[in-house]
């Protein structure tokens, strides 16, 4: 770039005074948005916007976002509930009012009474956490719990036989009730493939604000307005959220060496982890583990994936050691579209949780299912 401008906001700035004075310029429609170091969005200057906004990803603290025309570059630190608005100057003439602003994240610990809600779900053979829900008050279906995605899925099948949606199902007009549990302007996205045995999936921003309990002892989901206790045998964990999604850091271990990395938080992934190629590289990963066998794995789009199950020594979280965890590795880029392994549900099952997305931390127990065998196991 010809020239970069970077605006590094204080905390304590006078955001009004800065924002008046922030005009870039570009001489092409296209440009680019960039949150911290993975996250990269395109973008297509709208003169006709009064101001055209972008969203950026869930961000407990502070993030660095970059906003990139082919001759200018504008860089802002966000904090939740924060924006700016800057003008970019295009060809010299049209003016592009623009807006960048972190959503903020909503505080139910203050409600009074406090809210303590129970879901009861069907742990399915498939790791799959079987939910009953209604649609639009009406429809009656099976739905996924899914940590790995956001928004509310049906499967295209269930759309035509299950529901009374018509082509517009993505308009944000639906109503979703889930036990007692009520979400209104839902838009519903189509997909070809869900969990076995469900109509579709929901994902983890349903919960947002709030504190989720998964409890695998008693079959149950309890939703939370406040954390109702510091739960007494829990590991904890700072939650990372990157591109919608959210992730924990763990370790894979071979004798006496440990490789740290980010793990997707996934229940949606019905085996034990993914591991990412690119990170098994760039740590020097022993690639010659003893092999289980070789499949081919199908993504919600329905796309197939080779992929190779092998045998890792340990799996670590915090003070818990999982011994001899099959793992897969895919013959193909990760799916995730960034940099992390992938910890699925026939792990996850294996501890109680409570999830607080208010303090953005994740709590993990050993549940009675800790020493169960794995499908894949040697």
């Known amino acids: 770039m010809n020239k970069l401008i970077t605006l590094m906001l204080a905390f304590g700035l006078n955001q009004a005074v800065a924002q008046s004075q922030t005009v870039i310029r570009a001489n092409s429609p296209n440009a680019m948005i960039l949150e911290g170091q993975d996250e990269v969005h395109a973008w297509r ?20 976002v970059r906003f990139c025309t082919d001759t200018d570059t504008l860089g802002i630190v966000l904090k939740p509930g924060q924006k700016h608005d800057f003008v970019v100057l295009y060809q010299g003439k049209d003016s592009c009012y623009t807006r960048l602003q972190s959503p903020s994240t909503p505080d139910y610990s203050k409600l009074r009474p406090e809210q303590h809600d129970t879901i009861p779900f069907v742990l399915t053979e498939f790791n799959n956490i079987k939910i009953q829900a209604i649609l639009d008050g009406t429809d009656t279906l099976d739905l996924k719990f899914d940590s790995g995605t956001t928004g509310v899925l049906l499967t295209e099948e269930a759309i035509k036989t299950k529901t009374k949606l018509g082509k517009n199902t993505m308009e944000p007009v639906h109503s979703l009730q889930i036990g007692n549990l009520h979400w209104d302007k839902q838009g519903v996205y189509p997909v070809k493939l869900s969990g076995q045995g469900t109509d579709g999936r929901f994902g983890w921003d349903l919960f947002d604000g709030k504190i989720l309990e998964i409890d695998y002892d008693n079959s149950r989901m309890v ?6 206790r510091k739960p007494k045998g829990y590991a904890s964990f700072p939650i990372e959220y990157i591109h919608t999604l959210f992730c924990i850091q763990g370790e894979l271990q071979l004798k006496d060496q440990k490789y740290g990395s980010r793990f997707l938080f996934d229940n949606g992934y019905q085996r034990t982890i993914m591991l990412d190629t690119l990170i098994l590289q760039a740590q020097g990963y022993p690639r010659d583990l003893p092999l289980i066998k070789k499949t081919i794995m199908k993504t919600g789009q329905g796309k197939e994936i080779p992929v190779l199950t092998v045998n890792n020594e340990k799996l670590n979280f915090g003070p818990f050691t999982l011994p001899d965890v099959p793992a897969q590795v895919l013959a193909t880029a990760n799916p995730a579209g960034f940099r992390t392994h992938i910890l699925g549900g026939e792990v996850l099952k294996r501890f109680n949780t409570f999830i607080d997305f208010r303090d953005n931390i994740v709590y ?15």
């Not at 993990?364 to 040697?378: F, I, N």
Request: aromatic residues 8%; hydrophobic residues 30%.
């Open 223 to 228: 939703l939370h307005s406040r954390l109702p």
């Open 364 to 378: 993990l127990k050993p549940s009675r299912l800790y020493a169960d065998p794995y499908t894949d196991a040697r």
């Open 45 to 64: 200057l709208t003169p006709e916007a009064r101001p055209d906004v972008f969203t950026i990803n869930k961000s407990p603290k502070g993030k660095l």
